[in-house]
């Protein structure tokens, strides 16, 4: 098992996929040149499951992928569907963090793939606010 320094048991991975986003938020990608780091940067899907795994056998029970933006990585449900494979062996919960703008057209295969819970980052319903509502529209 794992423990942090106040000796409270750690229970939660979060994973970042890429450091790709299809927004550009102020507060997570402040520099105005666009991202030009390349897929053969990430680690592969091979390479996070084997990682996830190792976290797993120490008590690790929920994950959760964040990035960037995760759905911009593409086949995430092939990882998707890899990381589910960890169930038996202690893995409790599968979780992505997401601006929801491409959920409506993936919803359904995320799930089918092993994914339990979604938990989209909103930062206002208010278009002043939030000019970048595009794909917030969408989704709700």
Do not use: W
Not at 58 to 84: D, H, N, S, W, Y
């Amino acid at each position: 098992m794992l423990f942090d320094s106040f000796n409270r048991r750690v229970k939660d991975l979060r994973v970042s996929v890429t450091d790709r986003c299809n927004f550009r938020c102020f507060y997570c990608d402040p520099d105005p040149a666009p991202c030009t780091s390349s897929d053969s940067d990430l680690l592969t899907f091979d390479e996070i499951h084997s990682i996830c795994e190792v976290f797993v056998s120490l008590g690790i029970e929920k994950i959760r992928l964040t990035g960037g933006e995760p759905m911009v990585r593409k086949g995430l449900g092939v990882l998707i569907a890899q990381l589910a494979c960890l169930k038996p062996l202690g893995l409790q919960e599968l979780a992505m963090i997401t601006n929801g703008s491409s959920f409506a057209n993936k919803a359904a295969q995320l799930r089918s793939s092993g994914l339990n819970r979604i938990t989209f980052s909103l930062d206002s319903l208010e278009t002043r606010h939030f000019s970048l509502n595009y794909g917030l529209r969408q989704t709700l």
